[in-house]
């Protein structure tokens, strides 16, 4: 799929923008009015329109449209967004933090509907961080440089335990695993060719960090805001800190999501890199596409036998 010129971008960006605004403004009517099927597929109508909304104001500031301009890797984030994102439905196989309920009960539609919903995570996520940025956030916030030269051996030292902890003491160290991808995959980066987010933290630059932060929170309340009404769903079965719901999240748990975008971003590096060195060669392209498509098949027949409560009546 080749980028598309765009004649008009302020006109197209606006087209985007309003389109969003409609399907958002026609699904809060059908939340209004109890309609079975706004409700059972709300996650889509807010999140694929959120990525249309997000790539107009891009467009619209930036003159930069990840859906014009590059949509083959637009298409590649969606699909490494349903990749990455079933690691921390593996995880939670075991420690069962959230549930699905009143899922579409037929599962030619409900695996789709799995792979749809788990394509817009990181790409979500890497658009609000950009959008953020081309509308000047945190434009000033080139910090003094510090000193901490031991920090890979001691971010991978904590990161193991982030990982092993919750495995082994899932009723109190659960909160942990969205801190160990970052002090785990963070140091790593510089073996595929790729600045660390710390190393560049540690040099006073702090931007984009701040903006990747910034964008797992705004997203956060996006995600519960919108799963509240749904009837197809997410539930919260925390052992602990369950207290203080705002929506279906009691709050603390918002202070996952910030560091669960860094988590996201280190991934997606990480799949760019691969995707770079196997995609090279024909045989290797196909293996790195085949492996994902056998992960996705497997885990969601996972989440179906452990995660999924109830399905919605036929």
């Not at 160290?173 to 060719?193: E, K, R, S, T, Y």
């Not at 860094?262 to 045989?283: D, K, N, Q, S, V």
Request: glycine residues 8%; proline residues 8%; hydrophobic residues 55%.
């Amino acid at each position: 799929m080749n980028a598309m010129k765009v004649h008009d971008p302020p006109l197209a960006a606006r087209g985007q923008i309003l389109a969003a605004l409609l399907v958002w403004l026609g699904a809060l009517a059908g939340v209004a009015l109890d309609s079975p099927p706004v409700r059972a597929y709300l996650y889509h109508l807010a999140w694929w329109p959120l990525l249309l909304f997000l790539d107009g104001l891009l467009l619209l500031k930036a003159q930069e449209s990840w859906l014009w301009q590059r949509p083959r890797e637009f298409l590649r984030a969606a699909a490494f967004s349903v990749t990455l994102w079933l690691l921390f439905e593996l995880v939670n196989l075991h420690l069962l933090n959230w549930r699905y309920v009143g899922l579409e009960p037929r599962l030619w539609l409900r695996w789709p509907g799995y792979a749809l919903a788990f394509a817009t995570v990181v790409p979500a996520i890497l658009l609000t961080a950009r959008v953020l940025q081309a509308f000047g956030a945190f434009s000033g916030r080139r910090g003094r440089p510090l000193t901490f030269e031991h920090w890979p051996p001691v971010f991978l030292i904590l990161g193991t335990a982030c990982l092993v902890l919750p495995l082994v003491f899932p009723t109190h160290a659960f909160p942990l695993i969205w801190l160990g991808v970052i002090l785990l995959g963070d140091p790593l980066l510089p073996l595929v060719g790729r600045p660390s987010f710390t190393a560049r933290w540690l040099a006073g630059e702090r931007r984009e960090v701040l903006c990747l932060l910034t964008a797992g929170l705004l997203l956060g309340l996006w995600w519960e805001l919108w799963n509240h009404p749904a009837s197809a769903r997410w539930i919260y079965t925390l052992p602990i800190l369950g207290f203080g719901k705002v929506f279906e999240m009691p709050v603390l748990g918002y202070l996952g999501f910030p560091p669960f975008a860094l988590e996201c971003a280190i991934l997606y590096i990480f799949m760019e890199e691969l995707h770079a060195r196997l995609g090279a060669h024909p045989r290797g392209r196909r293996l790195f596409w085949l492996a994902q498509g056998a992960w996705w098949l497997v885990m969601f027949a996972a989440i179906d036998a452990r995660t999924v409560l109830s399905f919605a009546s036929p």
